[in-house]
T-cell receptor, first 114, second 111 residues
Framework: DTGVSQDPRHKITKRGQNVTFRCDPI?????LYWYRQTLGQGPEFLTY????????KSRLLSDRFSAERPKGSFSTLEIQRTEQGDSAMYLC????????????FGSGTRLTVV | KQEVTQIPAALSVPEGENLVLNCSFT??????LQWFRQDPGKGLTSLLL?????REQTSGRLNASLDKSSGRSTLYIAASQPGDSATYLC??????????FGPGTRLSVLP
């Protein structure tokens, strides 16, 4: 395990459908973060986990969004009743608690809602 | 609330030039500052991490400096190459908080 893996790489869905993304962090990293990035902007924080506990959620994370990290390893991000405004790149990152080495990001999942 | 800005928004230079990208942040009580590179449609690749006790970090042709008191960091790229073309993102972390990103500088190095 040499990096953060995200699946799928691309997802096209019709408005109103539910989608789920998966992130597998670096195995020894106990923190996992979800960010969203729209075209021409920097990533915006959505939520993060330390082990299995979800410690912080941004106000960007509406009630249609839910994230889990059930065993403190991989994480899923689900978007219910997708809207066109949800179209973005969803990025996952992981780090150690003391974060002396910074964040390691995955390749992202690009969501297009049509 | 921490805000991060980056100047310039876009930069186009001929190959071989040395260049400087700028990052400013509003709250100087930061824990880490990290520079990333992002190729179009791709994820983020970490370039350099500067901890709050450090003033600079170097990796190959890249040098990043940090001045907490003035709320600034610079990324210096020496002898630029076409392969350096990408968006460069600066992110700052306050203790116990998540990283806050700037909007990025889009760099084009022309052969």
């Amino acid at each position: 395990d040499t990096g953060v893996s995200q699946d799928p790489r691309h997802k096209i869905t019709k408005r109103g459908q539910n989608v789920t993304f998966r992130c597998d962090p670096i195995s020894e990293h106990n923190r996992l973060y979800w960010y969203r990035q729209t075209l021409g902007q920097g990533p915006e924080f959505l939520t993060y986990f330390q082990n299995e506990a979800q410690l912080e959620k941004s106000r960007l994370l509406s009630d249609r969004f839910s994230a889990e990290r059930p065993k403190g390893s991989f994480s899923t991000l689900e978007i219910q009743r997708t809207e066109q405004g949800d179209s973005a790149m969803y990025l996952c990152a992981s780090s150690l608690v003391n974060n002396n080495y910074g964040y390691t990001f995955g390749s992202g999942t690009r969501l297009t809602v049509v | 609330k921490q805000e991060v800005t980056q100047i310039p928004a876009a930069l186009s230079v001929p190959e071989g030039e040395n260049l400087v990208l700028n990052c400013s942040f509003t709250d100087s009580a930061i824990y880490n500052l990290q520079w990333f590179r992002q190729d179009p449609g791709k994820g983020l690749t970490s370039l350099l991490l500067i901890q709050s006790s450090q003033r600079e970090q170097t990796s190959g042709r890249l040098n990043a400096s940090l001045d907490k008191s003035s709320g600034r960091s610079t990324l210096y790229i020496a002898a630029s190459q076409p392969g350096d073309s990408a968006t460069y993102l600066c992110a700052v972390e306050e203790y116990g908080q998540n990283f806050v990103f700037g909007p990025g500088t889009r760099l084009s190095v022309l052969p």
